[in-house]
């Protein structure tokens, strides 16, 4: 069973007729199937799908990592083009009044569209806090616990509740999992809720130890030294195989991930498509 990961949306543009922004979008490919985690921004997706050749109506599922513009704003484009009804995975709280708070203000962050709005264009939301199982070895996590003690939640992130602005859990933070006979292939939207506890969360509700590839946003952005240190010895514990971590890790971090994983580590871009065992 071969699995294709393929980013069509990233901070960063690929060789080639490819748009890059802030934001993240990946197509995950195995057992026949086509789920989309993520939509990024504005029109990176969809353009970057046309370069590569890929026709949005052979979509299969919609998954969103959590609730924020930059991995749902792109959902308007992405499902006129797949032109049918199609499920959307997620969890209730995507909907939340998401916003950043700087010293500068604070700024809404939350999903740029009206649901009814995406309604009308097909989707039809399966909202549920609960991993949930799309193919037999393809599932998304569902809550996920915080359990190392160097991960926490980004300090900038609110809700908007009747009482004000409150710190965001993030519980709609989740990842979509592929099943292969290498072990794990872990796509993550932003990992706010930690990327080891994702690991960790992902081999515990499949039983799977081994852990083949990580891929997507790990939001080691910021991070502290301890924060980062820590990850990459639980990365090389876990005898990661491949590591693809992009968009909120940051260049920084990322040069440094290379250099600590050598040729295990893979820079994603706004068009790279990674083939896994
Ligand atoms: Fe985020
Ligand atoms: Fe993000």
């Not at 989309?36 to 969103?64: C, M, P, R, W, Y």
């Not at 749902?72 to 997620?90: N, Q």
């Not at 081994?210 to 790990?218: F, K, L, R, W």
């Not at 440094?256 to 065992?277: C, D, M």
């Amino acid at each position: 069973m071969t699995a294709y990961i393929t980013a069509l949306s990233e901070n960063t543009a690929g060789m080639g007729d490819f748009l890059a922004e802030w934001g993240l979008s990946i197509l995950v490919e195995s057992d026949n199937v086509r789920v989309l985690l993520d939509s990024g921004t504005s029109i990176s997706a969809v353009h970057n799908a046309e370069t590569l050749g890929i026709d949005f109506s052979q979509i299969d599922k919609i998954v969103l990592s959590h609730g924020h513009y930059d991995h749902t704003g792109g959902l308007r484009e992405v499902l006129r083009r797949i032109k049918k009804e199609v499920e959307i995975i997620a969890h209730p709280d995507i909907w939340q009044a998401k916003y950043h708070r700087r010293k500068t203000g604070e700024r809404f962050i939350g999903i740029p569209f009206q649901r009814e709005e995406l309604e009308s264009l097909g989707a039809r939301f399966r909202l549920s806090a609960e991993p949930v199982k799309i193919t037999e070895n393809i599932m998304t996590t569902g809550e996920i616990p915080m359990v190392t003690d160097y991960e926490t939640i980004d300090s900038g992130l609110f809700v908007k509740l009747d009482s004000g602005l409150e710190p965001d859990p993030v519980m709609d933070d989740r990842a979509v999992i592929v099943k292969s006979e290498q072990g794990l292939i872990i796509i993550l939207g932003c990992a706010h809720r930690g990327m080891i506890n994702t690991i960790y969360h992902a081999r515990d509700i499949t039983g799977i130890s081994e852990v083949q590839a990580v891929i997507g946003g790990s939001h080691l952005i910021g991070a502290s030294e301890e924060h980062l240190w820590q990850s990459i010895t639980a990365l090389k514990e876990l005898g990661t195989q491949k590591l693809g971590l992009c968009h909120c890790t940051d260049l920084p971090v990322i040069s440094i991930l290379a250099q600590e994983f050598g040729e295990n580590f893979v820079f994603v871009k706004a068009g790279s498509r990674i083939e896994l065992p």
